[in-house]
């Protein structure tokens, strides 16, 4: 019989009542005891729905108090060296403390889950001497079974997945580690077996990057002291997120199971399986429905897709699942109200993906015959939002087509360019000026509360922002900046901004996804031919323009960082909505020049995240990003002056990609790799204008003129000083008012010390 399974349920709940959760017990409000009870009733009530919806294999051990990973550390008693501990299972205070720092010791360390937008709390291995603390993963088996009557699947990140993702250990030692973590693992999964469990998936989701056959070598002896050890315990070996690289070796692994891809990995997940075929002893977990994006699948489609697997595996050695955790998409489309009906019937969260792996399942076991009409309605629906007139604008199509048929290049190329800009601007040497934003106060946060709720009109509105536009130009004049913005006041967030000034996107109500701890985050949905309206930027920017002799600069957000921190649509390439959205972006760009703004920033922090995890595939994905940007600002003037910006990634080994992009000034962030990023420039001289960020803006510490001087001494040694900025390493929202004043006081300082040596 074909089976249905689940590799992970979110875990913020359809109201976020986990998040809820989590900050009243931090903040004081909730009782342990009760914030314990609280976060069970959420775990059971996710299970209980899996289980009514009818799922065969439901994960459990998939919940956390913060994050999987960091529950992992804590049940081997792996507790970083700065915090206390004596041993023994790990309370939450100290749980806590290692996610989120103490008044003591700093928080470990937190990096991207993969390619997507999950963060994980990094394992630090230096000091730690593993044990097992508590068997979770059978605590989690055994409440789903005595509460639910759920015969649960505990999951458990694998070995070396974890050992990788951690740090603080030389490489050398990586089999040490193996050999302490290994035993660990084995008691783990013996308990689990003499409890009666079947099937426990492990997760070795780093089996999709490049792995050398060292690692190979590893699994080989990971895998058979799991199987000598639990000869008769179903183990699938889950994968995820892309293809794996040495299938054949994977699938020969003595376990019971292997979990593939067969979203994001498609193409080389199925060749693999039909040319070199699939062990006649093992069970395939067909991850057939996207566990990242939110679209409804189609339901034929992916029925074919599984007759092509069950021609070399056999459907009753098949599991129907999703092809990742369903971690990473919001919790139900249900409860929405304000979308349109189109996309909102084309949508699937993780609750519809639920329903769809059950009624696949169905229709493989029984006949798609007996489920024809569910079939017919999947298939309208898809079909109502792909011919839908948003999805179809022929003047964006062609539009698009033609101008990125085109070589995207500025007039003329940097030297001379420059040479223009120089003559037009007369900057003195170190220019200064800021990353777009200045402090979201609490009175701008609440000015812009109540005009949404229609206690401002918009004129009100529209006064209040140009208010704070005359205080803040006045305030950058004092201080003595040379290149000014008008502040990012109107602006919630990046992308939300411009998303919803631009055709093509729609937003949820309830469509949060968990970004980090109880962090959520809301991500606009584009979902058809993305399409520019009206300026966007143009009046607060002009406005600004018109207070001051200084220049003003535009501020917008780039194509690449929009679409990546977006839900994109499926039905055509993620470089052609970079196309599109580069296209309305353009004539945002143009717009603002027109309107008199010489200087325009195009912010793409998030370049580097959209960066395939496959080697092979990230040339093309930085050519296609840098020709984005460029189509986004090649049009302008010679004497225009474009900008851009990056930050919260390490840049140094994409300088190349970012030189290409052919920017007049880049502002970079440099805080968290300054010796990397200066190292790299060493071997790189970067030719364009550049601000490297002489001080850090994420803590409210006022910096010191003399800290600031030594950051510009040292990127002058290596940076040409015609060429280079001063600036803050990013947007000053977060920050406030005072220090924001300050800090910018101290850092004119430490540029006229600069100027009076140069
Ligand atoms: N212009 C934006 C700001 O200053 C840039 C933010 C960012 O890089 N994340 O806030
Ligand atoms: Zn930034």
Known sequence: MTKSSVLGYPRIGADREWKKALEAFWSGKLEEADFVLQLQEIRLSHLRKQKEKGIDLIAVNDFSYYDHILDTATMFGMIPKRFTYNGGVVPLSLYYGIARGTKDATASEMTKWFNTNYHYI?????????????????????????????????????????????????????????????????????????????????????????????????????????SAAVPNLNIMLQTYFESVDHYEDIVALPVKGIGLDFVHGLSANLASIQKLGFPADKVLGAGVIDGRGIWKASLNEKLALINQLSQVVGSDRLIIQSSSSLLHVPVTVKNEQKLPEELKNALAFADEKLDELVLLTKAVSQGAGSYAAELEENERSVQALKQSGERNRNDIQQAVAAISAKQPVRSLPFEKRHAVQEQKWQLPIFPTTTIGSFPQSAEVRKARQQWRKGELDNEQYAQFIRDQIDIWIKLQEEIGLDVLVHGEFERTDMVEFFGEKLAGFAFTQFGWVQSYGSRCVKPPIIYGDVAFEEAMTVEETKYAQTKTARPVKGMLTGPITIMNWSFVRDDISRE???????????????????????????????????????????????????????????????????????????????IGSIEDMDADVISIETSRSHGELIHSFELNTYKLGIGLGVYDIHSPRIPHVDEMTSMIDRALRVLDPKLFWINPDCGLKTRGYEETVASLKNMVEATELARAKH
């Open 122 to 226: 990094v394992p630090e291995l230096d000091g730690a001497a593993p044990t097992l603390t508590e068997n979770k993963p059978l605590q989690a088996y055994r409440e789903a079974k005595e509460k639910l009557g759920i015969e649960g699947k505990p999951v458990i990140v694998g070995p070396l997945t974890f050992l990788k993702l951690s740090k603080g250990y030389n490489k050398a030692e990586t089999d040490a580690w193996l050999d302490r973590l290994v035993p660990l693992y084995v008691q783990i999964l013996q308990e689990l077996a003499a409890e009666g469990v079947q099937w426990v998936q492990i997760d070795e989701p780093i089996l999709v990057t490049k792995a050398s056959q060292e690692d190979i070598n590893r699994l080989n002896r990971i895998f058979a002291a799991f």
């Open 576 to 654: 052609q909505i970079a196309y599109q959205l580069a296209y309305a972006l353009r004539q945002e760009v143009e717009a603002l020049e027109q309107a008199g703004i010489g200087m325009i920033q195009v912010d793409e922090p998030a370049v580097r995240e959209g960066l395939p995890l496959k080697e092979e595939d990230q040339a093309n994905y930085l050519a296609w990003a840098v020709k984005a940007f460029r189509m986004t600002t090649c049009t302008v003037q010679d004497t225009t002056q474009i900008h851009t910006h990056m930050c919260y990634c390490e840049f140094h080994d994409m």
